[in-house]
């Protein structure tokens, strides 16, 4: 055969890479992108994006249709906003949108995505979600935490009583419940009391949470627009930074309080999550080892997950029924028909409320925690209802907007219960048209415990007491705007009076 000469050779490379220049060019110039408004340079699209971003995001949704392009600063964004599209992104294509995007606050606050939340899709993450359904949200660990749950439930349930007739604020109240809750089936005890040698104040802790979900979701420029990150033009980079460290102090202290008691005692049965963690930490079988920074981080995980969600619902979830309170009559008639006025609702009792469990449907459909759930991050290019998606975009869906689809909800800006009476529809993941928890493989792994606390806080506290707003406050002044995070709380947190509604006696416990 003849050794092919200079010329030829020159000739085929540059063939070669005419050919591999036309294929990119066809490629791209076929990329057929969702609907959208045009972008800037530089900020892309983030003009239009103000502090209610699941606001200004609903208002160009109704623009640009169920499926819409955005770009925020350098990268490219496609948000789902209808049933049609929450189904492609969470169901039939999960897998390509089950990764998270790397933003600031997973790097900083979350030991650099070595939590479940932040994690990218891998074996890390699908090792987490294994812990999660096998060991530390079982039907079984969960059932022997019970009785944690009913002792805070009462605890609040006393210290209401003896505040009646005073206005109290009730977020605080809400979250101390679910904050003891999850401290004891997590870390074990309550590490927040208020002795002087205690590792942290409740008050300095729930302000470190508030934080937390806050930095979680805020919109980082510098994540939007990598070049000018250094800048850290709003401050969140640094607020990131000093929380991170206030949390690791906390934790460092509480995984050597759970060594120390480990230390020697043969066949250790755990005896919270933490433990859990630890010893899972110690398995040479696990397929990806998880470092003592990989347990610091799902611990804050599930001290976050657990403690902000459940007290935002309850709190927004009382705010719509001193708006309306024949939804409160109907509530209490219930309650007293299927509990009687002589004691206290239990967990084995939700089965048989079917008031209360719509109360808390439509609380989740108006207000759910996470208006766009948590961001994901396309892993492969793929195309949905003919338009293209590729690798690396962001993906949000956008529930807040399917909440108040006209198409599905008659008078969809209305609080009412009676919209679920009857109806088979979920809140686990199964019916797209409410997902207050997300759904598909990215889906809140910890959504039975926050419904179970929210079921018994949200039935207790309307079976023991009447509510009203402070005797200056009329119900047309009762402010319902939101502030963005990774929750969306009550920007003003609700004041309210309550007095007893139970015989003295059942206030004992
Ligand atoms: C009212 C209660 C709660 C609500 C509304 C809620 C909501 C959510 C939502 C919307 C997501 C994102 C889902 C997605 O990306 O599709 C999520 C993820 C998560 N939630 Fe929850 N959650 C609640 C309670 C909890 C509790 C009690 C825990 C743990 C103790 C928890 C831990 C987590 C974790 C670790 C993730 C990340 C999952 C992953 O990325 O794989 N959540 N939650």
Redesign the pocket.
């Known amino acids: 055969m003849e050794t092919p000469t200079w010329p030829s050779l020159t000739l085929a490379w540059l063939a070669t890479i005419a050919l591999l220049l036309l294929s990119h060019y066809l490629r791209r110039r076929k990329v057929n992108l969702p609907p959208g408004p045009k972008p800037w340079p530089i900020i892309g699209n983030l003009n239009l994006i103000g502090s209610l971003p699941h606001r200004s995001i609903h208002e160009l949704s109704q623009k640009y249709g169920p499926i819409m392009h955005l770009r925020f600063g350098s990268f490219p964004v496609v948000v789902g906003s209808s049933v049609e599209m929450a189904k492609a992104f969470?169901k039939t294509h999960d897998v390509t949108f089950a990764s998270?995007p790397k933003i600031a606050a997973g790097k900083y606050t979350t030991y650099n995505y070595s939590d479940?939340?932040w994690s990218p899709y891998g074996p890390y993450?699908r090792q987490a979600?294994r812990m999660c359904l096998m060991e530390l949200f079982s039907a079984k660990r969960l059932e022997s935490y019970e009785y944690i749950r009913r002792e805070e439930m009462n605890a609040c349930l006393r210290d209401l009583y003896e505040s009646s007739n005073e206005a109290v604020l009730l977020k605080g109240n809400l979250t101390t419940v679910s904050l003891n809750v999850?401290s004891r089936m997590v870390l074990g005890k309550k590490y927040t009391d208020e002795t002087v040698d205690s590792i942290v104040s409740p008050d300095e802790f729930k302000k470190m949470l508030d934080e937390l979900f806050l930095l979680s979701g805020v919109l980082n420029i510098g994540d939007s627009i990598p070049w000018i990150d250094f800048l850290d033009l709003q401050g969140y980079i640094k607020r990131m930074k000093a929380l991170s460290k206030k949390f690791d102090r906390f934790l460092e202290h509480v995984l050597d309080e759970h060594i120390e008691r480990m230390k020697g005692v043969k066949d250790y049965v755990a005896k919270d999550m933490v433990d859990v963690l630890l010893q899972f930490a110690e398995d040479p079988a696990l397929d990806v080892k998880l470092e003592r920074h990989g347990v610091k981080a799902f611990t804050q995980?599930?001290i976050a997950?657990?403690t902000e969600?459940?007290a935002v619902?309850v709190e927004w979830a009382i705010s719509e029924i001193l708006k309306k309170p024949e939804v409160f009559k109907k509530a209490t008639e219930e309650l007293d028909r299927v509990i009687g006025r002589d004691r206290w609702v239990e967990e084995k009792d939700i089965v048989n409320l079917p008031y209360i469990d719509a109360i808390i449907k439509e609380t989740m459909r108006l207000h759910p925690?996470?208006p766009m759930?948590?961001p994901?991050l396309s892993r492969e290019d793929c195309n949905i209802a003919g338009y293209d998606i590729l690798k690396g975009t962001r993906v949000l869906v956008n529930v807040w907007t399917i909440g108040r689809d006209p198409t599905l909800w008659d008078k969809p800006n209305e609080f009412y219960p009676e919209r679920f009476i009857g109806k088979e529809i979920d809140v686990k993941g199964h019916d797209f048209e409410l997902l207050?928890?997300?759904?598909?493989r990215?889906?809140?792994?910890?959504?039975s415990?926050?419904l179970k606390v929210?079921q018994s806080s949200l039935s207790n506290l309307l079976h023991g007491f009447t509510w009203s707003l402070p005797e200056n406050m009329k119900i047309e002044d009762l402010n319902m705007e939101e502030i963005f995070g990774l929750s969306t709380p009550k920007k003003f947190p609700l004041e309210v009076v309550v007095k007893p509604r139970l015989p003295k006696h059942v206030y004992s416990m």
Do not use: E, Q
């Open positions: 969470l998270r479940i939340t993450w979600r999850i995980d599930l997950g657990g969600s459940s619902t925690v996470a759930l948590v994901r207050p928890f997300g759904a598909g990215r889906m809140c792994p910890g959504y415990l926050g929210i």
